[in-house]
């Protein structure tokens, strides 16, 4: 018996003829395979549960579940192990549910959607423990790290609503924050700061102790600004975007100021939905409206692998904390699980990795005029010495952030 070794980049139909068959709703919610297919080089899991888009999937739990929610206005609590659903969440909401997250050191699911109400649900019971209905649309949700605040966004009127996480109550209400739809919303690591970005293209941080936007970027996008995320240690922000872009942000440096956000090529060739840092930063994923999922190695700055097999949009990536599983979700209404684990074996990796080099480029100080290496994310036009001469003249040293190593 022979194993057919299908492309881990491709998109064909499956095995066998033919396209997906239609399941009933109740089937759908039941299938699952706890199996890796390993049909392609980089082993998969598929879920299925859901009728219509998944809108969001979240590792989560130490990578043992994953939390999914959907355009047929449910959520789903899944196990990694055996890609079954353990709860079922219906009845939360009127409309699509744009968005899900966790509340951090709980079991507590937040929910927010067309319906106008943000929904905040103790998964264990199942039982809804409060819910509030908003000044529009909601587009996006996510809690701070202590798990205290939570903040969603509404339309038409580029609301950001900052909201106790315990009992529902609007801290602060922030109306025409952007002059188009608010697509994403995203508490910093350090909760101090809340970055929002928008199908006006702009990016901007509202200051949690100011109370008032203390900056405020043309991202140069040339389309929606779809999503975006931190690093770990709040120094860097990723913006994706419908023009089939990334773009990295230096917020400790500033230097986007000056010469604006490293650009990151060649990863799309559609509209980028979705992207997520890996807690280490070395590893950034994004989601597109071409299908597939991208896989960048951000000591290099470079994409390594591109990985296939959605049927439709790509709308949501996560990846897991030790890097070894990544997550998908599809408006081809599945849930999908990468397994990256030994994904530095492949052959295409390896290739791009050397091609690439480290990372590390010289530059020559403009004070001793000796060569030294830097770290591309760390090349600003403030680093312009070498160790030595910055020891020499501390006045003139400002410090950059590490290398995200």
């Known amino acids: 018996m022979t194993t057919k070794k299908i492309d881990p980049l491709s998109v064909d139909e499956p095995p066998h003829g033919g396209g997906e068959v239609e399941k009933p709703e109740e089937e759908e919610r039941a299938a699952g395979g706890g199996e890796w297919s390993r049909e392609s080089q980089v082993p998969v899991k598929m879920l299925r549960g859901h009728s219509d888009t998944v809108t969001a999937a979240r590792l989560c739990f130490n990578n043992s579940r994953v939390l999914s929610c959907s ?34 050191n709980s079991n507590r699911m937040v929910t927010v959607s067309w319906d106008k109400k943000m929904v ?29 605040l939570l903040v969603c966004t509404a339309d038409p009127k580029s609301s950001v609503y900052i909201i106790d996480s315990e009992d529902g109550k609007i801290l602060h209400h922030i109306s025409d924050h952007h002059r188009s739809t608010i697509t994403r919303c995203r508490f910093d690591p350090q909760s101090q700061r809340v970055a929002t970005v928008s199908a006006d293209r702009g990016i901007k941080l509202w200051d949690m102790q100011h109370r008032e ?28 975007s419908w023009d089939k872009s990334l773009k990295l942000w230096d917020l400790q440096a500033g230097g986007f100021r000056s010469h604006g956000g490293t650009l990151l090529q060649s990863g799309h060739e559609g509209s980028v939905s979705s992207c997520s840092f890996s807690v280490d930063a070395d590893l950034l994923v994004s989601g597109s409206y071409d299908r ?68 590390v480029q010289i530059l020559k100080c403009e004070q001793c005029g000796k060569p030294f290496p830097v770290s591309r994310l760390q090349t600003s036009d403030l680093l312009t010495q070498c160790v030595f001469c910055r020891l020499k003249s501390p006045s003139r040293y400002r410090p950059q952030p590490p290398p995200l190593l």
């Open 292 to 359: 597939t999922v991208a896989l960048w190695d951000m000591s290099t700055l470079c994409q390594t692998l591109i990985l296939k097999g959605h049927s439709d949009w790509v709308t949501d990536v996560s990846v897991s904390a030790d890097r070894k599983l990544v997550a998908s979700a599809s408006k081809d209404k599945t849930v999908r699980l990468w397994n990256l684990e030994n994904m530095e074996e492949i052959p295409e990796v390896l290739e791009k990795i050397a091609a690439e080099g480290t990372g």
């Open 120 to 148: 905040v649900t103790d998964l264990e019971t199942g039982q809804t423990l409060w819910k509030c209905k908003l000044g529009g649309l909601l587009t996006s949700c996510s809690s701070s790290s202590d798990g205290r």
């Open 71 to 104: 355009s047929d206005r449910s959520a789903i609590l899944w196990d990694v192990e055996s890609c079954r659903p353990l709860k079922v969440f219906d009845g939360l909401h009127g409309r699509t549910i744009s968005e899900c997250t966790l509340i951090p």
């Open 213 to 240: 936007t203390t900056v405020s970027i043309n991202s140069n996008h040339n389309n929606v600004v779809s999503d975006c995320c931190f690093t770990n240690n709040g120094h860097f922000l990723c913006t994706a």
